[in-house]
């Protein structure tokens, strides 16, 4: 009797444990319906490779050799020539009264750059009246002698003596009177003005002067830096990897990121003996015209130098080449496709031709009309 009652006991329980797990099944049938396929993976396909239409439609060329002398691409920075840069000096302490030129400014040989207040005309005018006082009583006490030395009344050393003496007052009244036409003062009409000179043509590439500030006479730095800006360098780093292929005399092609379009031809002048311990590089020195004063200093630029060895690279239609997000890139036919490949150009051709420095090599085909490829290809 007992055993029964149990097994009625137990038969609820069993009957919900069924039912759950009953209800489980069911709901991962469910899910498993409702899940979406599994995704099927293709290995080794290659999102360069394109397939169009009537592939017939785009010519095909084989990409022809080029020998051109070796290339090595350098930046610079635009400098004034040293030797054309002049200082301008003071030839008198004082204070600045007049500025008539700035910073910038195109001058000419003689121009009057500023104008000095100073007490060195003072003290010179002081010493050129004294040396009219001197050389005057000089001769005067001459021409006493000589009367004297006629008469039998002085010794022939007198009069030497007084010959020299008046000789001595003649020096330092010329000396006193060159002093003020250097200051560039009028003996007969001196002034407390001193004008300052611009001592060659060229334009104000530095200047450390206003107005009212104080001039020391022939002190740095000077009021004025005056280049003639006709030539100027390009001051390149090339590593020390490089400067196996850079030599004095080498010609080079500039650059210019003001002016991409131009093309200036320049020369190696110098090589530097020392290296930058930090980046490991030399300074290469490329003089140049400066044809219409186009190149201001501090302007950025491109040199390319040419070695004397050639090197063979690849020339293809410009056609043939697609610009694509900054880059360069060519079609080559592969099997029924075309396949997109990239590219470095280099330098423009005859005959409408590219010079291509990596990435293609001759003999290789390439599809001819790269834009119209590319204009279906994208359409699709």
């Known amino acids: 009797m007992e055993n029964n009652i149990l097994k009625l006991g137990l038969l609820p329980v069993l009957l919900g444990v069924f039912l759950d797990i009953s209800g489980c099944k069911s709901d991962k049938v469910k899910a498993d319906e409702e899940a979406p396929p599994p995704a099927k993976v293709i290995s080794g396909v290659d999102v360069s490779f394109f397939a169009v239409e009537h592939p017939e439609r785009y010519p095909i060329v084989t990409a022809t050799e080029y020998q051109a002398p070796s290339q090595l691409f350098v930046t610079g920075t635009v400098i004034p020539d040293i030797a054309r840069t002049v200082p301008v000096i003071s030839l008198a302490s004082g204070r600045v009264v007049d500025i008539r030129a700035r910073l910038g400014d195109t001058v000419k040989k003689g121009q009057v750059l500023l104008r000095v207040r100073s007490d060195d005309i003072s003290g010179g005018f002081d010493a050129y009246r004294k040396a009219i006082s001197d050389e005057l009583l000089a001769r005067k006490q001459l021409d006493r002698a000589k009367l004297l030395y006629e008469h039998g009344a002085i010794a022939l050393g007198d009069l030497e003596i ?19 036409r250097l200051l560039g003062s009028d003996p007969d009409d001196p002034k407390g003005i001193v004008d300052v000179f611009a001592p060659v043509s060229g334009v104000i590439t530095d200047q450390e002067v206003t107005n009212a500030a104080s001039v020391q006479a022939y002190s740095t730095p000077s009021p004025f830096t005056i280049s003639d800006l006709t030539s100027v360098w390009i001051v390149c780093d090339v590593y020390e990897s490089d400067m196996a292929n850079v030599r004095v005399g080498q010609p080079a ?13 320049g020369t190696i002048s110098n090589i530097g003996s020392i290296l930058d311990p930090n980046i490991r590089t030399a300074k290469v020195r490329i003089e140049l015209a400066n044809p219409g004063e186009m190149m201001r200093p501090g302007m950025y630029g491109t040199a390319t130098l040419f070695g004397k060895e050639k090197q063979t690279y690849t ?31 280099g330098e423009q051709l005859p005959n409408n031709m590219q010079e291509i420095l990596s990435g293609l090599k001759p003999g290789q085909q390439v599809v001819t009309n790269a834009m119209n490829l590319q204009n279906v290809i994208d359409n699709e």
């Open 253 to 265: 092609d500039i650059k210019l990121n003001a002016y991409p379009d131009k093309v200036l031809k």
């Open 315 to 345: 020339a293809v239609p410009t056609s043939a080449i697609v610009h694509l997000h900054d880059r360069d890139w060519v079609f080559i036919p592969v099997q029924e496709k075309f396949k997109r490949i990239l590219v470095v150009s």
């Open 162 to 180: 007084a010959q020299d003496t008046e000789d001595d007052a003649k020096t330092t009244l010329e000396t006193a009177t060159e002093h003020l």
